[in-house]
């Protein structure tokens, strides 16, 4: 039987296991625990896949019979099941599998950040009065293991910036337009059909994915908890083979970031696509891979890399997760996600970067002038200017400006009056700059 209220499973280093949900990463975790090949056995630790649950399972399925089900309620409701593994996805029927499990006086580990990150509050603090923990390293960085260097590894350690690229859909396809010239669409219809991508990519491309996970890495890095939509997020769609090539002739490639930065006793939050300088570490993390870098007052910085979804690197984190629970039943997790108090992030009007702009301008006499003219007005110095084409006057040319470091309120007046002059043709494009 599990335990009362209050209190955590203490079953040696056996753990009785309910999977829900057996789809590409579900059907992983249960091939791991399956397998003949235990690694963690080694440790004393021994983990029991006693039921799995699905509507349908997927044709082939090794999981045998007698363990299979269609009803959710037959894992919630056995007493002799200590955790469940929540692997359905979205936020609806994921959050009653987790609050019922919860509820059940049952550990719960999962791999879902959309669920987390908009509805942890609650969950987190359900988990709290029952004593039980959330496990969620899948849910940030796949097969990286972040949240346990932020929590066990590098705990000694007040961080002051959080940032990376998570999310591998979207770096696959600014990896291919980079690499082919490819437009974001033949691009992201490639990563489709690799698989790599979603039938419908909105969450991925939009940078919502990525926000779900830096809303995450905030709580546990600097003990901040943001809403959702509070935090600045801004996808791939707009950016164009032009800005690939105009990045590269600054020495640049084109990375969507999600950071988290403490500035003073304020936090700065956002995901971007972003211009990163050929010698900055992350900029050669490529195609699906993920990575995520980590500032620390002791242990200065720190870049971890890997793949960040799929169904063994997701599937490993999650098992990561069981053995740990296996070893030390304390909620961690919940304990420094309850700790992360409320927060607002700066006015993103208040943020400093420097910024690459790409105008498309009338070829004509005095428009760069015109263009800098305004730029001064407002405080901002141009860095570099690059034109890779030249034509007789009169066509639309297209002219890429990297600023200085500035405010994000200082570029935002500048563009909207630069946008007003008829020598400009469209909306310019911005993204900020790392270096």
């Known amino acids: 039987m599990s335990e009362g209220k209050g209190e955590s499973p203490r079953r040696g280093r056996n753990l009785r296991i309910g999977l829900i949900g057996c789809g590409v990463v579900g059907g992983g975790v249960a091939e791991l625990l399956l397998d003949s090949d235990r690694p963690w056995e080694k440790d004393g630790v021994r983990l029991h896949l006693v039921r799995v649950a699905d509507l349908k399972f997927p044709r082939g399925s090794r999981i045998p019979a007698k363990i299979r089900t269609h009803r959710i309620e037959d894992i919630i409701a056995d007493p002799s099941i200590d955790v469940v593994v929540e692997l359905v996805g979205g936020t609806g029927v994921a959050n009653e599998i987790a609050t019922s499990a919860l509820s059940a006086g049952k550990d719960v580990v999962t791999a879902n950040k959309a669920l987390l990150a908009e509805r942890g509050e609650a969950l987190f603090r359900l988990a709290g009065d029952m004593g039980r923990e959330i496990a969620f390293e899948a849910a940030v960085g796949g097969g990286i293991p ?15 910036t959080v940032y990376g690229i998570l999310n591998g859909t979207t770096n696959y396809i600014l990896t291919r337009m980079t690499e082919e010239n490819l437009s974001f669409e033949d691009a992201l219809s490639e990563a489709q059909q690799l698989g790599f991508a979603e039938a419908d990519p909105t969450l991925d491309v939009e940078g919502v994915d990525a926000a779900h996970k830096i809303q995450l890495l905030a709580a546990l890095a600097f003990g901040r908890r943001v809403a959702m939509k509070k935090i600045p997020t801004k996808g791939i769609r707009r950016v164009a083979p032009l800005d690939i090539e105009y990045a590269a002739q600054l020495g640049c490639v084109i990375k969507l970031l999600a950071v988290a930065r403490m500035v003073g006793s304020g936090l700065e939050m956002s995901v971007a696509p972003t211009l990163i300088t050929r010698e900055h570490p992350v900029a050669g993390i490529s195609r699906e891979i993920n990575a995520v870098f980590l500032s620390g007052n002791r242990v200065g910085e720190l870049l971890l890399v890997g793949r960040g979804a799929g169904r063994y690197p997701t599937a490993s984190a999650v098992v990561g997760d069981l053995i740990r629970l296996a070893q030390d039943p304390q909620p961690r997790y919940v304990r420094r996600m309850l700790a992360a108090r409320p927060c607002d992030p700066l006015p993103p009007s208040r943020y400093r970067s420097r910024y690459y702009l790409r ?44 600023t200085h470091e500035t405010t994000a309120e200082r570029l935002r007046k500048a563009v909207k009056e630069i946008n007003r002059l008829d020598v400009i043709k469209g909306r310019t494009v911005v993204f900020p700059m790392v270096t």
């Open 359 to 402: 105008l498309t301008a009338v070829e004509r006499p005095g428009v760069l002038a015109k263009v800098t003219g305004i730029l001064g007005r407002h405080e901002i110095s141009i860095a570099s200017v690059v034109q890779l084409e030249a034509g007789r006057t009169g066509r639309k040319i297209p002219v890429a400006l990297l």
């Open 146 to 160: 972040v949240l346990q260097n932020l929590l066990a590894d590098v705990a000694a350690n007040r961080f002051d």
